[in-house]
């Protein structure tokens, strides 16, 4: 005998409209659900996931409040577009939360009707949603049913609600914020709801301390049924914090091993370049010199080494490594120098820190970590850390810290350097720091750590062997460090003035 399968949902609410306060300074210029993770924004995956397991819906409706503009913009490209609509929700309904979410979706929606609601800003691994769907249909819904998750530690438990389960595995009751563990579930924002919900919510909107929470422990005395849950087990986060997300990246990445990528800016560095692509071959999938047209056979002697060589005729130090660096398909894209005066045994120490950042710089302003004849003289030194200082206090609420934003040993996730790469226009040795400041202005996570300088292999630095080069390239870079900074407070003070 077959099992009566219920009506399609044809409705999908995803709530977007909150201003994400927790996630200050970060949501003053992008609303949360669009920080990104793993290349997509958090909104644009809940739409595809909720797309992929539910393909008869004939409406995905965005509730959109502040920064608004910015999420249907977000959205405009994407292929589901057809099916998307937008609901702007006032300010007060934004203040009491999701049960002003519900309430504001009310004439939208029939009393007996089947939606699905998601919050915008929770990552799901993705194996659960299609699941949660056969579940659905095979089910008899009364008023809700969630999704939830066992717990396997304290932080994610007391950041959701905890789900009370009886004897017989039937929901009992659910607790907002929990302070005490009373269940080994917690909910998920991931909800299928009869349309009733959503008047109840209108009806007790008013009603001082009455949360969503409250409401679904009350759907039984409205005439509804009991609470249903349905368990996933794949990855999830609630994304609360800027930390939340890193420490879902982290997950992310540390179950793949990514591909790295070496790029090397070379001009005539015939005498060293073979020691430093063979140094570092082992640790990576390709190592990439982009040769500015040397005439001391640097090219010939990088492709004998095993590299891969682009000869053309670069703007500078900078144009070359930006070239290199868009050719470049790998997860991971380094920067180093063709002198050797970095090693690749200290890569793996840059590697570990990108577990949960979007770059890592290195620093060579720590005494001990300069051999001896290193072109890191006393004014040099000094320069790269009043510059690190500078940035560091200037892009204060970034929450970073720099001794050395000069350093070339570096290495950036190729999703994180797309997001700058169009905004790189740095030809020359300024494209050190301003790779730094976009990533800043991007409110990017870049991380610095100390990395052993080397004395150069043979001959002398392009940009700072001499007292003039080095002051001419001190003054670029001072110079564009206080232009980025302007600017930014130009941008800020348009913005408010709007």
């Given at each position: 005998m077959y099992k009566k399968l219920l009506p399609d949902i044809k409705k999908a609410f995803i709530f977007a409209a909150g201003k994400g306060l927790r996630f200050y300074p970060y949501s003053s210029k992008i609303p949360k659900s669009l920080f990104t993770i793993d290349g997509e924004s958090l909104l644009v995956r809940n739409i595809r996931l909720i797309n992929q397991a539910f393909p008869n819906l004939d409406q995905i409706i965005i509730l959109v409040g502040y920064l608004g503009d910015a999420i249907k913009k977000e959205l405009v490209s994407n292929n589901f577009n057809s099916k998307l609509r937008f609901l702007e929700v006032s300010e007060y309904l934004v203040s009491t939360g999701l049960i002003g979410g519900f309430a504001a979706i009310k004439h939208l929606v029939e009393k007996d009707e089947i939606i699905l609601c998601a919050l915008a800003d929770e990552f799901y691994g993705g194996a659960d949603h299609s699941r949660f769907a056969e579940f659905i249909k095979e089910n008899e819904i009364g008023?809700?049913?969630?999704?939830?998750?066992?717990?396997?530690?304290?932080?994610?438990?007391?950041?959701?609600?905890?789900?009370?389960?009886?004897?017989?595995?039937?929901?009992?009751?659910?607790?907002?914020?929990?302070?005490?563990?009373?269940?080994?579930?917690?909910?998920?924002?991931l909800f299928a709801v009869r349309g009733g919900l959503c008047q109840i919510s209108y009806e007790n909107i008013s009603s001082k301390g009455i949360t969503i929470i409250d409401l679904f422990n009350s759907l039984e005395t409205y005439g509804y049924g009991r609470l249903k849950g349905f368990i996933f087990d794949d990855y999830y986060v609630n994304i609360n914090t800027r930390f939340d997300i890193y420490n879902c990246l982290r997950e992310i990445r540390t179950k793949f091993q990514p591909t790295i990528d070496v790029v090397i800016p070379a001009w005539n560095e015939a005498e060293s370049i073979s020691f430093v692509i063979k140094d570092f071959l082992p640790y990576v999938r390709s190592v990439v010199v982009m040769d500015n047209m040397s005439s001391d056979g640097t090219a010939e002697i990088s492709r004998k080494a095993g590299a891969i060589v682009?000869?053309?005729?670069?703007?500078?130090?900078?144009?070359?490594?930006?070239?290199?660096?868009?050719?470049?398909?790998?997860?991971?894209?380094?920067?180093?120098?063709?002198?050797?005066?970095?090693?690749?045994?200290d890569l793996p120490k840059l590697i570990t820190y990108m577990s949960d950042a979007d770059a890592v710089i290195g620093s060579r302003t720590h005494w001990q970590y300069l051999e001896y004849g290193a072109n890191m003289k006393f004014l040099q030194r000094m320069a790269n850390l009043l510059y690190g200082l500078l940035i560091t206090l200037l892009w204060w609420n970034r929450h970073s810290r720099f001794t050395d934003v000069g350093c070339s040993y570096r290495s950036i996730w190729r999703t994180s350097y797309k997001e700058i790469s169009k905004k790189l226009n740095q030809m020359g040795p300024a494209f050190a720091p301003e790779f730094v400041i976009l990533l800043l202005e991007n409110w990017s996570r870049v991380i610095e750590v100390p990395v052993p300088y080397h004395a150069r292999i043979f001959g002398s630095s392009k940009f700072s062997g001499s007292l003039f080069g080095l002051m001419n390239t001190a003054l670029k870079m001072l110079y564009l460090i206080l232009k980025l900074r302007v600017k930014g407070w130009f941008r800020i003070i348009f913005q408010i003035n709007r």
């Open positions: 008023g809700c049913c969630f999704a939830m998750k066992r717990m396997s530690n304290i932080e994610e438990y007391i950041k959701n609600y905890a789900v009370i389960i009886n004897e017989k595995k039937e929901v009992e009751r659910v607790v907002e914020k929990p302070s005490v563990i009373e269940s080994e579930y917690f909910g998920l924002g682009y000869s053309a005729s670069y703007k500078g130090y900078g144009d070359a490594i930006k070239r290199g660096l868009d050719s470049s398909t790998a997860d991971i894209l380094v920067i180093v120098e063709a002198d050797g005066t970095f090693r690749a045994k």
